[in-house]
């Protein structure tokens, strides 16, 4: 692999825009993903000294670099930044939730994130930009996913359910979709941002999920991707939210499911080992979440109908890998007594990865480790390699672009699920149920082969330390606050009188 | 004229401006500069007054420049040009210059295609697209943009050959290409056998200069699994040539090729027994394919090996049942 032969875009003698521009980012690309044992020893020792590459020219995540750079926008974002200002939800969500994954929360500046979006609540409900601005469900939806990733009640107490329900009532289009704003447009993007938030709330109401997924399914193209509206080209950002919704509502049966993961799988660029977001387009690390998570996804749908069986799993094997291992196992820091007593009362649910032993915890991969159908290895270098930014922290597009919240967000974000070790369990232990199908064909036409169920092992690119938070496919915050979240929501009245009822009474 | 001759400041100086009231020590706090601010302020204390008026529309355009992203702003916009009954050609002037400079942003093409809907005519609008096309081929908004006039205003008269020029332009241009599937399956056109097999040649026409091209090889599946009855010969006859005439190296082909077998397969699977031994084959010969994949398209490994054992148990079992 170290000349990459095989690899280069070959463009037969016929250069267009589209291969001029493919050649320049692999050039690009290549330089950064050169292995560490080529460089020479002079260079090996800058990039330790800067803690890149540990002693065992591994590469690292510069977790603290990356902390540093996110931590201090959360307090203080520049002039420049004006050009968000209708966006401010979004900027909470990218920083919080890729600290998050870093294991790096600010929590002491919770208190100040919750009011900060308080005041960005709308009576009418649904949160905007900022403060004074319309609600819009694009930052609705990074304000309530922020609120989750704090998940206290302090912050999940915030949000007003009735009046968002009532909001998104009004946002339904004839055609099935959700308009992303009040008199705005309809696409995936904006009907992704309403179901999953109405999901995690527990307000995903008959009403409300009429038309849905017809309409959606209506943007699969040719390609077996999805785009923005029916017709529109396959785009990974809009697959990601149209597959996503779908497996909320349970429909993902009612696309072409084959088509789907083949066109995502071929969304992996060979020399880069990152993801395009479009057929012939150029790698950028953002679509290591949204073509990664949709194949996670599709991976998910092969073994439940669940929306939430990422989580599921997750929360099932560390309990039951603290069970097994509780002698070994160091507990969690806060059941330390002060006088070191280790308390008994091991909640189990807050055990995190991280605790576990050694050997159990974590694998180094190879090109066809883990149980996702893409090259997690592939993805993970071009995200280690290409898209972490050095001067400063935070990730980019490809080298050449200049960092930003976003990037670091779905960088960081794809990352944790390329490291994923959730899904895939044996076939015949999970029939997945569908009404429209036949028992026999399909039994024949569908029989997959055993897969090794070991996702147990996260599986780590480079240093092992380089492992981070896991998160949900579907929703894209932290498996434990999701769980919170849910359990929290769950509760709650969720029937569409009620929710209407109790609406009214508010105003 | 009247308001070029006094100040902004003489102007305005009957709004008492309304300042941002973000939560006391926020977060993500922008550092506005003066201007911004002051615009802000004012534009708040509009929005509180309902007033809709052309200093309005001079005080937006001014915050616009600063913050295309401000939705809000342009919906207040929106109200603005309802209420002062203005001219929309113009507003499309107005719009015209300001995409140059903000290709990608969501709210500048939503107002644009509701002030064309207020229009009523879409005349404009393909020429627009284009323009922005000049700069970026791909713009994702423009070609979406351009697909809702056409339908909408029934625009259709010069597509195909608008989409031919893009092709010819950059063959690998996969909106192009996602325009051309458009345009046959929701334009004027009938499917006739006629134009299917003319997809089905302009694509293998274009596979001859650039084999390695994924948009032709993506429509040509496209049109071998919806016209699956018309074209299957055609399309299988022309895919073998292609996996022979690159030596079987060509990734794209032989994926292809290993697609039509398995598809086959299963088709003749739930045909009838007596074609349970032909189904085999056509299983077989699409694992058989993959198994070279494996080693031709590696980034892909992982997910070829998978299907190489998901197409030999469905072999397997089948030739189980019939013994």
Not at chain 1, 488 to 494: D, H, I, T, V
Not at chain 2, 254 to 261: K, M, R, S
Not at chain 2, 265 to 275: D, I, K
Request: net charge negative.
């Amino acid at each position: 692999m170290e000349d990459f032969s095989g690899l280069w875009y070959d463009c037969e003698s016929s250069d267009t825009t589209t291969s001029v521009d493919q050649c320049a980012c692999e050039r690009d690309c290549a330089a950064f993903l050169k292995p560490m044992s080529t460089y020479s020893p002079e260079a090996l020792k800058k990039f330790q000294d800067g803690e890149l590459v540990n002693y065992n020219k591994e590469i690292r995540l510069l977790r603290s670099l990356h902390a540093i750079y996110l931590t201090n926008g959360l307090q203080h974002l520049s002039g420049g930044f004006v050009s968000l200002d209708a966006s401010r939800p979004w900027i909470c969500y990218w920083i919080i939730h890729a600290l998050y994954l870093l294991n790096r929360e600010p929590t002491f500046m919770y208190p100040r994130v919750i009011n900060t979006l308080k005041f960005m609540q709308n009576k009418y409900g649904g949160f905007g930009g900022g403060p004074s601005q319309i609600t819009h469900c694009a930052p609705n939806y990074a304000a309530v996913l922020t609120l989750c990733t704090i998940g206290t009640p302090a912050a999940l107490e915030v949000i007003d359910r009735p009046a968002m329900y009532g909001y998104f009532l009004s946002l339904k289009s004839p055609s099935g979709g959700f308009m992303i704003h009040t008199d705005g447009e309809v696409d995936s993007r904006g009907t992704y941002t309403v179901i999953a938030v109405a999901r995690v709330l527990n307000i995903l109401t008959k009403e409300l999920t009429e038309g849905v997924a017809d309409f959606v399914v209506r943007c699969q193209t040719y390609e077996g991707g999805f785009g923005g509206e029916p017709n529109n080209e396959a785009h990974g950002g809009y697959n990601y939210c149209a597959l996503a919704t779908l497996l909320i509502l349970k429909s993902a049966h009612l696309c072409d499911m084959e088509a789907q993961e083949n066109w995502l799988l071929r969304r992996q660029v060979k020399l880069e080992g990152g993801f395009q977001g479009r057929t012939n387009k150029l790698v950028d690390s953002c679509y290591s979440f949204w073509q990664g998570a949709a194949l996670a996804m599709c991976e998910m749908v092969k073994n439940s109908d669940s929306d939430t069986y990422d989580m599921e799993q997750y929360l099932a094997h560390t309990a039951c890998a603290a069970e097994a291992t509780s002698q070994d196992a160091k507990p969690p820091a806060d059941h330390i007594s002060a006088d070191g007593e280790i308390g008994l009362d091991l909640d189990l649910t807050d055990l995190v990865l991280e605790e576990l032993p050694e050997g159990q915890r974590i694998r180094q991969v190879d090109d066809t480790s883990g149980t996702l159908p893409f090259n997690q290895q592939a993805l993970q270098r071009y995200i280690l390699h290409c898209a972490q930014n050095l001067e400063g922290g935070g990730m980019r597009d490809k080298p050449g672009k200049s960092r930003d919240f976003y990037h670091s967000c779905y960088a960081l974000s794809g990352l944790s699920i390329a490291q994923s070790c959730i899904t895939s369990s044996l076939k015949s232990d999970h029939p997945v149920e569908s009404a429209a199908r036949e028992q026999t064909k399909e039994e024949i036409l569908n029989a997959l082969p055993d897969i090794e169920l070991d996702w147990s092992a996260a599986q780590v690119y480079g240093d092992s330390d380089n492992l981070l938070e896991p998160t949900s496919a579907v929703f894209n915050i932290g498996l434990r606050r999701l769980h919170t979240a849910l359990e929290y929501f769950k509760g709650l009245p969720s029937d569409h009188e009620t929710l209407l009822a109790l609406h009214a009474a508010q105003r | 004229i009247f308001m070029a001759e006094m100040s902004f400041e003489q102007l305005w100086a009957d709004v008492v401006p309304v300042p941002q009231v973000d939560a006391p020590d926020a977060v993500v706090k922008i550092a506005y500069s003066k201007e911004f601010t002051n615009l802000m302020d004012l534009f708040r204390a509009v929005q509180k007054k309902e007033e809709y008026s052309e200093r309005v529309l001079e005080l937006i355009e001014e915050l616009l420049e600063l913050n295309a992203g401000n939705y809000t702003v342009w919906l207040y916009r929106r109200n603005c040009l309802k209420k002062l009954k203005l001219d929309l050609n113009e507003e499309l002037d107005y719009l015209d210059g300001f995409s140059k400079e903000n290709p990608k942003n969501y709210q500048i093409w939503h107002h644009r295609r509701t002030i064309v809907e207020w229009l009523g005519n879409g005349d404009r609008e393909l020429a627009f697209c284009e323009s922005v096309f000049e700069v970026d081929a791909k713009n994702y908004h423009a070609w979406a943009h351009r697909q809702w006039a056409l339908q909408t205003y029934n625009l259709w008269d010069k597509e195909l050959a608008f989409i031919e020029k893009c092709l010819k332009t950059d063959i690998r241009n996969n909106s192009a290409w996602n325009q051309r599937w458009f345009y046959v399956h929701s334009g004027p056109e009938a499917q006739s056998i006629e134009v299917l097999n003319r997809e089905v040649a302009y694509c293998v026409d274009s596979l001859v200069q650039v084999t390695l091209n994924e948009s032709a090889w993506n429509y040509l599946r496209g049109l071998y699994k919806t016209h699956h009855q018309e074209l299957h010969e055609i399309i299988r006859t022309k895919v073998e040539e292609m996996v022979e005439s690159s030596n079987r190296k060509n990734p794209f082909a032989l994926g292809l090729l290993a697609d039509i077998c398995e598809y086959t397969g299963n088709q003749l699977l739930t045909a009838g027994p007596n074609e349970a031994t032909q189904a085999v084959q056509e299983l077989r010969e699409a694992s058989k394919i993959c198994v070279e994949l494996v080693s031709l398209d590696q980034i892909r490994a992982k997910s070829w090996t998978r299907r190489v054992r998901a197409l030999n148990l469905r072999a397997d079992s089948v030739v189980v049942e019939a013994a």
